[in-house]
């Protein structure tokens, strides 16, 4: 998987999860907008409420590998793909209303 | 009287004071012609009304027409300057003066069906593979194998396109469904695409088809709607020639969504609308901004080699005349027009009512043309070609050799199949592949099944400009209502060089044909009707009767033949007698002066015998009297005197 920032967030397994599936995000961003800073704060700040532990972000640079824009049917930035677990959801915008961030992702029900 | 307000008013669009203005100015102009106006007046109102809600959107479009007048005007000076890209799409670039604004946005608007995207792929296509300008496709509706198999029926071959590198096809698709939003955001990741796909192929041109798909598929509007102007001005910046399509869902707008007020350089306006259950397609170029273009609403079709505009004035009138003449295969008829026929690729209409034999013609035509060895085509519209073949067969005309040897072709269809840019198109399609010296369109009229009036005749004014730029001597036959025989049905008069007109006459309870030159442009003409006959051996024009009756057709001919033989032979027979009465009276004279002559001479020798007798006594008489004077010696001289002198006296 071609990345160009990976900002891998994998933690090594604490006592025995319930729930050993990991999240896998990836956040489309073109270059160090405010936007994009802010919405990759936002992330990391719910995924670390919430999912501890269990996530990756990827981020993906479009402007350096503009190619993959396509792969995920990128058209607004920032775009945030839940790829695992299934099925894929898209969230765009600076995931700034966390409410809605946690509905998009499914994060309500795990906790 | 039925006057399509909108063309004839065409030009003025924008003010509709001054469109209620010139429609009074017409209309007095009309009653003063043809008599009361009421009903014209109440109608035409009504059109008025009508139009001014129709042009009002206009108005308020793109800023202004006012403004965009002033704008047009200001730079018309540097409108050839404009540099434009040639789309390639036939027809189009003459309108729009060599084609869409290069290196700026277009935005072509129309409804479900109007051919946005195709347009859009043409453009692309065609730019790639006519003018070397490679393009990007960004599709956000149809998929890319979709897509392709599409505009495969159009002939044009994508899939290689993409491999050479010409075109790059990409399918922007977001599921509503899968997608939540927090916040805000914008469209790089789509400026960032168009840029890498640009990058890839070198791109000159871009097409975005739909990009009014987004407001479907992702939130918050007022966002979008500023990245979406933020993305033409980049494309601007690019200077990529855009073609942008827009869906329009209401006749009062132009796209859905407005984003025409982005797109300020050039609009194009699709148009897909059913008329009296037939479909037509129009184009119109609602603005171009700096440029000249033609105004009207074009037709187009799309076929299977895409997209066709008919511009009305394409191909100009600055044909050939040739001097030539071709024979219309009737002895007579050549002689009716300066003994030689037609003019080569002269237009020539056959009108008449119903059963006067403008088929026949037309066949008789078509027959000499093969006889010469030249080709011809005949478009029926409404006899199948063995119909024809049959019918002109009982005439002596046998057209079945012609069509074996391949020198004549029929191309045989209802003109309600397609509409009449169809027929149009299919008409410059047969005569290009097959190269006719002869037309025959038989008949124009029923062209009007499947249009307007207006429509027929643009459509016949470019058929003929066609058919003269290639030299090609063409018969249209057109059927006209009883009554109205100088009127042709689609007021196609005037293009034609050559009229003949046929008609029938009824006198003494039948009717006949005749047959006589209306005008023929460029040469010396008959004035005379013409009677014309079909016989088991082909048509024969005879000369009608002219006589105190008027004129006299068919077996009131012949009877007044038969008279005027007899009136002929009565008057010879007259006039012999006269002359023996004469012979008789000068014989009766001329013996007569025998016998005077006879009796005369008698007189004459009586009368010359009596005076030589009675001279011959006279001599006598002196000479007795002498020889007695001699013998008595009785006077002497003195006596004589005396006797004389008494004499003198007495006297």
């Not at chain 1, 695992?84 to 995931?95: K, Q, S, Y």
């Not at chain 2, 015998?609 to 002196?622: A, F, H, K, N, R």
Request: net charge positive; charged share 25%; glycine share 8%.
């Amino acid at each position: 998987m071609p990345t160009t920032k990976k900002k891998t967030r994998a933690r090594p397994r604490k006592s025995a999860p319930r729930k050993p599936v990991v999240w896998k995000l990836r956040l489309y961003v073109a270059g160090q907008t405010p936007k994009s800073i802010r919405a990759f704060a936002n992330l990391k700040v719910q995924c670390e409420e919430h999912l501890k532990g269990r996530y990756q972000i990827e981020v993906i640079d479009l402007r350096v590998n503009p190619q993959l824009a396509r792969g995920d049917q990128i058209v607004a930035i920032p775009t945030l793909v839940r790829r695992l677990p299934r099925p894929i959801r898209t969230i765009i915008g600076d995931l700034s209303n966390s409410a809605r961030l946690l509905v998009g992702l499914d994060l309500r029900k795990v906790d | 009287m039925l006057v399509d307000i909108r063309t004839e008013f065409s030009v003025i669009t924008a003010n509709p004071r001054i469109l209620v203005e010139s429609i009074a100015a017409f209309l007095e102009k009309q009653s003063m012609m043809k008599g009361p106006s009421g009903p014209h007046l109440v109608r035409a109102t009504r059109e008025a009304g009508r139009w001014r809600r129709h042009c009002q959107p206009t108005v308020e479009h793109g800023a202004g027409m006012k403004q965009m007048r002033q704008v047009k005007k200001a730079s018309q000076p540097s409108s050839k300057t404009l540099p434009k890209a040639a789309t390639g799409i036939q027809g189009l670039d003459e309108i729009t003066g060599g084609g869409l604004p290069r290196g700026r946005p277009t935005l072509v608007s129309g409804g479900a069906g109007a051919g946005k995207t195709l347009f859009g792929l043409e453009f692309l296509v065609r730019g790639a593979t006519q003018y070397s300008e490679p393009g990007v496709f960004m599709s956000f509706e149809e998929s890319i194998p979709d897509l392709t198999k599409n505009v495969a029926s159009l002939g044009f071959d994508l899939d290689r396109l993409v491999t050479d590198k010409k075109l790059f096809v990409d399918h922007v698709s977001i599921m509503r469904s899968e997608l939540g939003e927090t916040g805000e955001y914008d469209l790089e990741g789509l400026f960032i695409r168009i840029a890498d796909a640009v990058q890839r192929v070198g791109a000159r041109r871009v097409v975005l088809d739909t990009i009014e798909a987004l407001f479907g598929e992702l939130p918050n509007p007022s966002i979008l709607r500023a990245e979406i102007r933020r993305l033409f001005n980049w494309l601007k910046q690019k200077g990529l020639t855009t073609v942008i399509t827009a869906e329009r869902d209401h006749p009062d707008r132009l796209t859905r969504h407005g984003i025409e007020e982005f797109v300020s350089d050039c609009v194009i306006l699709l148009d897909h609308r059913i008329r009296e259950e037939i479909s037509t397609r129009r184009l119109r170029i609602v603005k171009y901004r700096g440029s000249t273009h033609g105004t009207n609403e074009y037709p187009f079709l799309i076929d299977d080699q895409g997209i066709s505009v008919l511009p009305i004035s394409s191909l100009g009138l600055d044909h050939d005349a040739p001097a030539k003449r071709v024979s219309s295969g009737i002895a007579r008829l050549d002689g009716m027009l300066g003994g030689k026929g037609f003019y080569q690729g002269s237009s020539i209409l056959a009108s008449g009512t119903a059963g006067t034999g403008k088929t026949t013609i037309a066949a008789c035509f078509v027959d000499a043309a093969c006889r010469r060895a030249e080709r011809a085509l005949f478009f029926a519209f409404e006899e199948s070609p063995r119909q024809i073949v049959r019918n002109m067969r009982s005439i002596g005309i046998d057209l079945d050799p012609w069509v074996r040897k391949g020198l004549l072709q029929f191309h045989a269809a209802r003109p309600t199949y397609g509409g009449i840019e169809q027929v149009l198109l299919l008409t410059h399609k047969r005569i290009t592949s097959f190269q006719p010296s002869v037309v025959v369109v038989d008949p124009v009229t029923n062209l009007l099944m499947v249009s307007t009036q207006n429509e027929v005749r643009s459509m016949l004014t470019r058929l003929v400009d066609f058919l003269k730029t290639q030299g090609i001597t063409t018969i249209f036959t057109s059927l006209t209502a009883a009554g109205a025989l100088e009127a042709s049905e689609a007021d196609v008069s005037s293009l034609m060089d050559t009229w003949l007109l046929l008609k029938n006459i009824e006198v003494g309870g039948e009717r006949n044909r005749a047959l006589y030159v209306l005008k023929s442009r460029g040469m010396e003409h008959s004035n005379q009707i013409r009677e014309f006959l079909l016989t088991d051996d082909g048509l024969r024009l005879l000369d009608v009767y002219l006589g105190a009756e008027g004129v006299l057709t068919g077996s009131a001919r012949v009877s007044q033949e038969m008279r005027e033989k007899a009136v002929v032979t009565f008057r010879r027979q007259e006039l012999e007698s006269r002359r023996r009465e004469l012979e008789r009276k000068r014989r009766i004279f001329e013996a007569r002066m025998v016998m005077l002559r006879a009796e005369f001479e008698v007189e004459e020798e009586v009368i010359q015998q009596t005076i030589s007798e009675s001279e011959l006594l006279g001599e006598e008489v002196v000479q007795d009297r002498g020889q007695m004077v001699l013998s008595r010696q009785a006077d002497s001289s003195s006596y004589k005197k005396d006797v004389r002198a008494k004499a003198a006296r007495k006297r």
